[in-house]
C-alpha cells in the first residue's frame, strides 16, 4: 500500500509540475504570437503599427522573468543555511544511532548527515528520472537539538524524519518542493518587474495574475499531500518510541525553537552588527537555557504550545492537531528507556557550522569570552535606548547637548507626551518612557563609576548598582516617567547616590574599547537583501536588451515606413485580387430621342423566361416592351446617371465625393466598393454626371 501511495503522490508531483511549464509556455506562446502580429503589421500598414513600443517593450522583461522562473525549476535544491558535513569518524555514535533506527524502521538509511544552526530537523532525497529512481539521501539535524533534547526525545525526532524515507515521501517531495519555491521565485521577479521603474507598462501584471492563480492551486493541492506524509511520519515514531515520547518530542522541539530563534535575533546578530560575537555560540545559549526564567518560560511552552503567526501554507498540520492524534494513540509495550552517552565527541563540526553560521553576515567580527560578551550585550542594549530618549529631548527645542538633567526638566514641565511622540509610536508608549529614563539613568550612573549594567535573558538588561541593593531605583524611575510630581523624589534619590545630573551621558562601551552604536537599527533605505540585489542586477541587464530590441524594432519601422505607399493605409489583402470591372463608353444617340439613355454593359443577361427587348434600329437604344409590371411586381428603381472619374496621384474618396457633390457612401455603393476607401492612381470611378465638372469649384473640397 505504501508503494501504491507513494507511486499516486509522484504522479500528482509531475502532473503539477508540468501544468506549471504548460502554463507558462502558454503564456509565452501568447506573448510571441501577439509580437509576431505586430511585426507583420509593421510590414504590411507600418502607418497603423505605431503602437509596438508598448508590445515589444513590455513584452521582454515580463518575458524573462518568466523564462527565469522556468529555469530555476531544474536546480538542485540547496542545503539549509550553514549546513556542513558531519563524517563518519567524527561522530562515530550519531551515525551508528542513526543506520540503527534506519533498520528498525525498514528502511535504506541517509548516505550523508548535515548540521545545521537551527533547531530542526528534515531529509531530502536527490530523486533521478522526475523521482522514478532513488538517489542519494541527506538528513540534516539541527546542533541546538542534537545539544538540549534528551535521549528518548532525540529518537524520536529522527525516528519522524526516517519515517519520510520509509513512507517515500522523499522521492517527490524533492521535486514538489523545488515546484513550489519556482512558482514563488517566478511571482517574485514578475511582481518585481511589474513594479520597476525602469520597465515599460507591460505584460508582467497579466502573466504574474495567472502564475499566481495556478500557484494558488500548485500549493493547495500539493499541501494536502505533504500535511498528510507529516502525520504518517508522527506515526513512524509513535510505532517506534511510543505515544507519550513522541508527544514530549515535538513540545520540546515547539519550545527550544522558540527559545533559540530569540537567542538568535535578540541577543546574537545584534551585537554582532556591533562587530562582536561570542567565542562559543552555543555555550552562550546554554547559558541562556540554564536561566531559572527562561527554563520557566520554556516549561510554559511545552506545556501550552501555540504557534505564533502561523503561516497558512505551512507543509506542517498545526500542532495542537498533530499532539491529539498522537496522543490519542494506544501506547504499547513500554519502550526500554535509552541513556546515551554525547553523540558528538568531536567539537569541529559545531566549530565549522558556528563559522559558517557567523561568516553569513559578510562582515569581521571580534570574538570574545562569554561573560565579556554578555556585558558588552547589556551595555549596548542600555546606550542604545537611552541614546533614543537623549535624541527625543533634543527635538523638543535643546540647543545644548542633552543630559539626565535635560530629560528630568521636560518631564517636570509635563511634557511626557512631546517626548513620547518623539520616542517611539510604538503600543505601550508610556511604559516605553519608563524603560528608556531607566537606561538613560542607568548610563549616567554606569559612567560615574556607579553602577554597572549586567545581561537579562528575560529583559535584555538589568542595573547592578550597590548603594541601592533593593532596586528602589527603578520604581523611583517608573514614577517620574508616568507623573511629573515623582521627578523630585527621583532627583532626591539620585542626588543620594552621588550623581551630577546635568554632566553628560557617556554612550560608549565600557566592556570594550569601542563606541557604542545602534544593535536594532532598522537596514538603510539603499540596502536590501541579496534576492532583490540579485533581481535588481538581473533587471538592469534585461532593461539593457529591452533598449537594445526596441532600437532594432524602431530602425525596422522607419525603413518600412519611409516605403510605404501613404494612399495604402490599411494592410494589403493576401488573397487574389480581382481585376478591375471595366465599362464601355455610352455610344452616341440621336438628338431628340424621347428615351434617356441607359448605361449598356457587354453580353446584357435577359431574366430568366423572358426574351430580352428588341432595340431602335442602329440606336442601340431598347425599345418599349411589354408592361411586365403587370406580370411580375418590380419596385420602382431611380437610376442616376453617372460619368467616369480617373483617380489622379493624391486624391481621396472624400475629395472626389466633394468635388462632384456626393457622398463617400453613395460612390462606394455605386462603385462596389463596400466599406473600403483605398484608391489607387489610375483608376476609374463611377460619380454622377450631374454632379460639379472635375477642376471646378472644387478648391475648397481640398
Not at 506562446?29 to 507583420?40: E, F, Q
Not at 533506527?101 to 530523486?127: C, D, F, G, K, Y
Not at 562582515?363 to 549596548?380: G, K, Q
Not at 533605505?525 to 540585489?533: E, F, Q, R, Y
Amino acid at each position: 500500500m505504501t508503494a501504491v501511495l507513494g507511486w499516486l503522490r509522484g504522479l500528482l508531483a509531475v502532473g503539477l509540475l508540468a501544468g506549471f511549464y504548460v502554463v507558462s509556455f502558454a503564456l509565452l506562446a501568447a506573448d510571441a504570437t501577439l509580437v509576431a502580429m505586430m511585426l507583420w503589421l509593421m510590414f504590411e500598414a507600418p502607418g497603423r503599427a505605431g503602437n509596438w513600443a508598448l508590445v515589444v517593450g513590455g513584452s521582454v522583461p515580463a518575458v524573462f522573468a518568466l523564462l527565469y522562473g522556468i529555469v530555476t525549476v531544474s536546480r538542485a535544491e540547496e542545503h539549509p543555511p550553514g549546513a556542513v558535513a558531519v563524517r563518519r569518524d567524527e561522530a562515530p555514535a550519531l551515525w551508528g544511532l542513526v543506520e540503527d533506527l534506519a533498520r528498525q524502521l525498514r528502511t535504506r538509511p541517509p548516505s550523508r548527515i548535515h548540521l545545521t544552526p537551527e533547531a530542526n530537523a528534515s531529509v531530502s532525497e536527490e530523486a533521478r528520472l522526475l523521482g522514478f529512481a532513488v538517489g542519494e539521501r541527506t538528513m540534516h539535524l539541527g546542533v541546538p537539538l542534537l545539544m538540549w533534547l534528551k535521549p528518548m526525545e532525540l529518537r524520536a525526532v529522527l525516528c519522524h524524519e526516517l519515517g519520510h524515507y520509509a513512507g517515500r515521501h522523499t522521492r517527490f517531495g524533492a521535486l514538489t518542493h523545488r515546484g513550489a519555491a519556482s512558482l514563488r521565485s517566478t511571482l517574485f521577479r514578475l511582481r518585481m518587474t511589474a513594479r520597476s521603474e525602469q520597465a515599460l507598462p507591460g505584460y508582467a501584471w497579466l502573466f504574474q495574475a495567472v502564475i499566481g492563480g495556478y500557484a494558488w492551486l500548485y500549493l493547495r493541492l500539493s499541501l494536502a499531500v505533504r500535511r498528510r506524509q507529516e502525520l504518517e511520519a508522527d506515526a513512524e515514531a509513535v510505532a517506534a518510541v511510543g505515544p507519550a515520547v513522541t508527544g514530549e518530542a515535538l513540545r520540546a522541539v515547539h519550545a527550544l525553537g522558540i527559545t533559540w530563534a530569540g537567542f538568535v535575533s535578540r541577543y546574537l546578530r545584534p551585537v554582532q552588527r556591533l562587530g562582536f560575537v561570542p567565542e562559543d555560540v552555543f555555550e552562550a545559549f546554554a547559558a541562556m537555557v540554564d536561566d531559572p526564567l527562561v527554563r520557566e518560560r520554556m516549561a510554559e511552552l511545552r506545556e501550552n504550545p501555540v504557534e505564533a503567526g502561523r503561516s497558512p501554507l505551512d507543509s506542517h498540520p498545526p500542532l495542537a492537531r498533530r499532539l491529539a492524534l498522537i496522543e490519542a494513540r494506544r501506547a504499547g509495550e513500554p519502550g526500554v528507556v535509552v541513556e546515551e552517552g554525547p553523540l558528538l565527541d568531536d567539537r569541529a563540526p559545531v566549530a565549522r557550522v558556528q563559522r559558517k553560521m557567523l561568516a553569513a553576515s559578510g562582515s569581521p567580527v571580534t570574538a570574545l569570552p562569554r561573560a565579556t560578551w554578555a556585558d558588552l550585550a547589556a551595555e549596548a542594549f542600555a546606550i542604545e535606548l537611552a541614546s533614543l530618549l537623549l535624541e527625543a529631548a533634543r527635538g523638543t527645542g535643546v540647543t545644548a547637548r542633552p543630559t539626565l538633567g535635560t530629560v528630568l526638566d521636560l518631564l517636570e514641565r509635563g511634557e511626557q507626551a512631546e517626548l513620547v511622540r518623539r520616542l517611539t509610536d510604538a503600543p505601550g508608549p508610556e511604559e516605553q518612557l519608563a524603560e528608556a529614563l531607566y537606561a538613560v539613568t542607568g548610563q549616567a550612573l554606569a559612567g560615574a563609576g556607579r553602577a554597572r549594567w549586567v545581561l537579562s535573558w528575560t529583559r535584555g538588561y538589568l542595573l547592578d548598582c550597590p548603594q541601592d541593593p533593593g532596586g528602589r531605583l527603578e520604581d523611583l524611575v517608573a514614577a517620574a516617567a508616568r507623573d511629573r510630581a515623582g521627578v523630585a523624589a527621583l532627583r532626591a534619590e539620585l542626588a543620594r547616590l552621588g550623581l551630577d545630573v546635568e554632566a553628560p551621558v557617556v554612550l560608549a562601551l565600557r566592556a570594550v574599547a569601542a563606541p557604542a552604536g545602534r544593535t536594532t537599527v532598522p537596514r538603510a533605505a539603499g540596502h536590501a537583501s541579496d534576492l532583490v540585489v540579485e533581481e535588481l542586477g538581473r533587471q538592469r541587464k534585461v532593461a539593457r536588451v529591452t533598449v537594445g530590441a526596441m532600437v532594432a524594432t524602431a530602425v525596422v519601422w522607419v525603413v518600412a515606413l519611409v516605403g510605404a505607399d501613404p494612399s495604402q493605409p490599411y494592410p494589403r489583402s493576401s488573397g487574389p485580387v480581382p481585376p478591375a470591372a471595366t465599362f464601355p463608353r455610352y455610344p452616341p444617340y440621336p438628338q431628340g430621342t424621347p428615351y434617356a439613355p441607359e448605361p449598356r454593359f457587354t453580353g446584357p443577361l435577359p431574366a430568366p423566361g423572358l426574351s430580352a427587348p428588341p432595340s431602335r434600329p442602329g440606336s442601340g437604344v431598347p425599345l418599349p416592351g411589354p408592361d411586365l409590371t403587370r406580370l411580375i411586381p418590380l419596385p420602382s428603381l431611380v437610376l442616376p446617371v453617372h460619368r467616369l472619374h480617373d483617380v489622379a496621384p493624391g486624391d481621396t474618396l472624400s475629395g472626389i465625393a466633394c468635388r462632384y457633390g456626393t457622398t463617400v457612401e453613395q460612390l462606394q455603393e455605386i462603385n462596389g466598393m463596400g466599406a473600403g476607401t483605398g484608391l489607387t492612381a489610375g483608376q476609374r470611378l463611377l460619380v454622377p454626371a450631374s454632379g460639379r465638372k472635375a477642376g471646378s469649384s472644387g478648391a475648397d473640397c481640398g
